[in-house]
Structure formats: structure tokens, C-alpha cells
């Protein structure tokens, strides 16, 4: 092992125990990713107008414009049955799942998701499916917050099942998200703690556990450093392996979250979700990123050492 190497393991347990005195970690023989540990603050972030919008929307949902709006599936829909909490609506008698069974295991996810979150919504949300969209990076699910909730989920008969229960909590963590924390927050903030919210519907897709995984992509090589891919352009530009790519960061961040919330409590991510308000001066859209340093005292890079250091010294 090389001497700088050492150091920066050396400064990653000094880091997690100034982040938890009663937690230890000791180094391993086992590869930590580079990660700068000196404060490197995350960057303001602008864009031109008005080729910043075209590209979140190209990311982000690249099909979009083929989707029916929320008011299209409230026009066009079916409302075919209703729950304490949610309302399910069919599109053009789209249905790929038994209506009974998923009525039953949606609102167990709500319960769930809204427990882990501890937050609730006041109006029911409606849930629609429709047909899996094609490409690189196709979504799996999509939350408009525009007016009533509403969520909607691509599959098809051929979903695997754990895969829609996974993302519909996902999607749900958005919608309790939205909520809780008035919308605000930045895209890895909010993807990192909608994937958090999912849990257990997470694992039983994935098949092991947020930091199992972790530990996985760095034994095996694949790991995404989240400082360098803090914007997810990985995540979301429509290239081969996009939605591997999408799983392994959105998984790293629910880990990460998962460790803030063990060392620092919930309560601290009230105060990272108030994050400044994008800025649009003349021809250029600033947005900022989350104050990590002021909420927690560390800059998000040397976070994320610890955070490393860690999944090794439990």
C-alpha cells in the first residue's frame, strides 16, 4: 500500500470519530476508494439558459413528452378501487397486476414508507400503472407533486414484482419527501432519501442490504465515488448501462443517508433540506448545494470518507 494511500485511511478514522466517539473503525487491506479527504466543498452549479431545462427534462424523464399528464389520467383514467390512502386509477384499462393483491401490498408499503419517514400526507395519492418505456435509462417510476399526489409505475406483466414494490416506495419517499421538507432539497439529496425510504422493499429487490452493497461495489471494483457524481449525470444520461449505473449511486447515497441518520439523527436533515433557492441571473441558472459543512461540520467529501471507513469498522 502505497504512503499516500495510508494517510488518507489514517484521516478517514480520525474523521469517523470526530464524527462519533463511541464508534472505531480500523483499517483493512481492503481497497478504499480515493476519496479526497482535505474540505473540498461542493461546487455551485451553472447552467445557460435555456439548455439547463432541456437537459434536466432529456436526463431525467428522456420520454416524457409521450406520458399522459396528470390530467390525462384523471380525463382519461378509471378510478377501479380506493384504499385508506391511496386512490387507483387504470389507464386505458392497463392493468399488469391483480388489483386486489397490489391494493393490499400498496398500502402496506404507505404504512411503511410513511413510518420510516415519520410523515404523512394529507390527501390520498393516486397510483396508475403504465406500459415499461424503452431505452437506456427508462424510469421505473415517476412522482408529479403538480397537483393532487400522484404516482405512476412502468411495468408489465413481465416486472418483476419486487422491482414495482421497490420503486413504488421509492416513489413514496418522494411524495412524504415533498411533504415533509416543502419540496425543497437537491436531486442526489432527494434521490439518496427516497431510495433510503424504500428499506426493506430495497433489500428484497436488490437482495442485500444498502451497505452490503456498498461493500460489494468496492470489493468488485464498481463503486461510484458520490463526490465526483454528486450531479448523477451517470444516473441519468440515456447510455448503456445507465440504470446499472442509476442503482449503484441512488444505493450509495441510501447508505450514506443511512449513516448521517445513525450518527447525526433525522432531526439534522430539516436543516440540510434548506438548501438556498436556484437563482436565475440573466442568461444563467445558478443552483446551490446543500450546506453540509454548517449542518454537520464536515464538507460532503470528507463525509463520505467516514462514511466509507465505516462500513468497515462495525
Known amino acids: 500500500m502505497h504512503r499516500s494511500a495510508n494517510k488518507l485511511i489514517i484521516l478517514g478514522v480520525l474523521l469517523l470519530s470526530a464524527c462519533s466517539p463511541t464508534r472505531t473503525a480500523t483499517p483493512t487491506s481492503v481497497p478504499i476508494p480515493q476519496v479526497t479527504p482535505a474540505p473540498d466543498p461542493l461546487p455551485t452549479t451553472v447552467y445557460k439558459q435555456p439548455s439547463f431545462l432541456a437537459k434536466i427534462i432529456d436526463q431525467v424523464f428522456s420520454n416524457k413528452n409521450s406520458l399522459p399528464t396528470p390530467d390525462q389520467i384523471l380525463a382519461d383514467g378509471q378510478k377501479v378501487a380506493e384504499s385508506a390512502h391511496l386512490e387507483f386509477y387504470m389507464e386505458k384499462n392497463y392493468a399488469p397486476l391483480d388489483i386486489i393483491w397490489w391494493q393490499q401490498q400498496a398500502e402496506q408499503i404507505y404504512g411503511d414508507v410513511s413510518e420510516r419517514i415519520d410523515t404523512s400526507l394529507s390527501t390520498k395519492i393516486i397510483v396508475a400503472f403504465l406500459q415499461p418505456l424503452t431505452g437506456n435509462c427508462a424510469p421505473r417510476g415517476i412522482t408529479y407533486h403538480e397537483q393532487e399526489p400522484m404516482i405512476l409505475i412502468f411495468a408489465d406483466q413481465d416486472t418483476n414484482r419486487e422491482q414495482v414494490l421497490a420503486a413504488f416506495a421509492h416513489e413514496l419517499g418522494h411524495a412524504f419527501l415533498h411533504q415533509k421538507f416543502e419540496g425543497s432539497g437537491d436531486v442526489a439529496l432527494n434521490e439518496g432519501l427516497a431510495t433510503w425510504a424504500a428499506g426493506n422493499y430495497w433489500l428484497a429487490w436488490k437482495g442485500m442490504s444498502f451497505d452490503d452493497s456498498v461493500r460489494l461495489y468496492i470489493n468488485n471494483g464498481t463503486y461510484l465515488p458520490?463526490?465526483?457524481?454528486?450531479?448523477?449525470?451517470?444516473?441519468?444520461?440515456?447510455?448503456?448501462?445507465?440504470?446499472?449505473?442509476?442503482?449503484?449511486?441512488?444505493?450509495?447515497?441510501?447508505?450514506?443517508?443511512?449513516?448521517?441518520?445513525?450518527?447525526?439523527?433525522?432531526?439534522?436533515?430539516?436543516?440540510?433540506?434548506?438548501?438556498?433557492?436556484?437563482?436565475?441571473?440573466?442568461?444563467?441558472?445558478?443552483?446551490?448545494?446543500?450546506?453540509?459543512?454548517?449542518?454537520?461540520?464536515?464538507?460532503?467529501?470528507?463525509?463520505?470518507?467516514?462514511?466509507?471507513?465505516?462500513?468497515?469498522?462495525?
Do not use: H
Not at 253 to 272: C, N, P, Q
Open 226 to 314: 458520490l463526490f465526483q457524481n454528486y450531479d448523477l449525470s451517470q444516473a441519468y444520461e440515456d447510455t448503456p448501462g445507465c440504470l446499472t449505473q442509476r442503482d449503484t449511486l441512488l444505493t450509495e447515497l441510501a447508505s450514506f443517508m443511512d449513516y448521517l441518520i445513525r450518527i447525526f439523527g433525522i432531526e439534522k436533515l430539516d436543516e440540510l433540506f434548506k438548501v438556498q433557492e436556484p437563482e436565475l441571473t440573466g442568461a444563467q441558472y445558478v443552483i446551490y448545494p446543500p450546506d453540509y459543512k454548517g449542518v454537520y461540520g464536515f464538507e460532503f467529501n470528507q463525509l463520505e470518507i467516514a462514511w466509507l471507513i465505516s462500513l468497515y469498522g462495525k
